[in-house]
């Protein structure tokens, strides 16, 4: 059985659209910069965890599952940059 890959385009994609609805465009858009401003996968993945580190350090008025998404985002990222 092949292992599922973790796909963190479409889980940071994903995560960006709920950053949304909490009415939170600022880390949004600091995520959304992240994937646009890459040229790489790696790079991207950096500055994706880079990004989400600072934004789950800030004190934001974010749902508890918006919390738990953020912090399953950055394992996955941790876990593929390893």
């Known amino acids: ?3 599922i890959k973790f796909d963190y385009y479409e889980s940071a994609c994903t995560f960006i659209e709920v950053l949304k609805t909490e009415i939170l465009f ?35 008025a974010w749902s508890n599952t918006t919390q738990r ?7 996955g990222l941790n876990e593929m940059l390893k």
């Open 1 to 3: 059985m092949t292992p």
């Open 69 to 75: 998404r953020a912090t399953s985002l950055l394992d």
């Open 26 to 60: 600022t880390e949004a858009s600091e995520l959304q910069k992240a994937i646009d401003d890459g040229s790489t996968a790696n790079e991207i993945t950096m500055a994706l965890r880079w990004n989400l580190q600072k934004i789950i350090a800030r004190d934001l």
